[in-house]
């Protein structure tokens, strides 16, 4: 059993920052690469970033380059997001996940695990 929990969501301003984390238990959490989605009101669900298990490899959705960073840190079974110069259309609820094959890495269905989302809210 995999469980995945996010904190650090909240509220702030247009231009601000904020740090999402997912702590991973359940699983050799460093064999696999991990993922952050979000889901906005009445949106679909949609990719934001990956990284491959190595730490080395990280994939972005273009509304987001440049701005948010995902990292990982393998011995405190923890990803990060850094999101950085904020904008009201970033707000949504933000879901890490496993995706225990490494494939597709943009596609949620591929993944396996799922957290049970932080809240983003960016005011303008």
Do not use: H
Not at 42 to 58: D, L, N, P, Q, Y
Not at 73 to 95: C, F, G, H, R, W
């Amino acid at each position: 059993q995999v469980q995945l929990v996010e904190s650090g969501g909240g509220l702030v301003q247009a231009g601000g920052s904020l740090r999402l984390s997912c702590a991973a238990s359940g699983r050799t959490f460093s064999s696999y690469a991990m993922g952050w989605f979000r889901q906005a009101p009445g949106k679909e669900r949609e990719f934001v970033a990956a990284i491959r298990w190595s730490g080395t490899t990280t994939y972005y959705a273009d509304s987001v380059k440049g701005r948010f960073t995902m990292s990982r840190d393998n011995a405190k079974n923890t990803v990060y997001l850094q999101m950085n110069s904020l904008k009201p259309e970033d707000t949504a609820i933000y879901y890490c996940a496993i995706n225990l094959k490494a494939t597709y890495l943009r596609l949620g269905t591929e993944y396996n695990y799922w957290g049970q989302g932080a809240q983003v809210t960016v005011s303008s």
